[in-house]
């Protein structure tokens, strides 16, 4: 897709001057033009579109399951180790606690 951009009354660019050279008329905002937003827009979601249908490679529904047990084996074991070392210091505390009262 080729974005074309043409002059539309009123709209203005980052860096040009506020300064008009016609007598009596105001300062122009420095914004940007609804339809260069618009092209800008749609020009986003058309590469998205792009990238996840033609460069994004899916996995399979077996490799899928696979990552999926991987992880969940994973997060238990680390699950048990924070837990282990959890009890380990509950223990030491309360046995310094009781040294002194």
């Known amino acids: 897709m080729v974005v074309k951009t043409t002059f539309i009354y009123g709209c203005s660019s980052v860096g040009r001057t506020t300064v008009s050279k016609t ?18 827009l ?27 047990i991987i992880v969940m084996v994973a997060s238990l074991i680390i699950a048990l180790i924070i837990s282990a070392m959890d009890a380990t210091f509950k223990n030491i505390m309360e046995f310094i606690y009781n040294m002194f009262y």
Request: hydrophobic share 35%; net charge negative.
């Open 23 to 40: 007598v009596g008329r105001e300062f122009e905002p420095l914004r940007p033009c609804k339809q260069e937003i618009i092209m800008k």
């Open 42 to 68: 749609l020009l986003y979601f058309e590469e998205a579109y792009k990238e996840l249908v033609e460069k994004v490679t899916w996995p399979t529904w077996k490799e899928l399951q696979s990552s999926s």
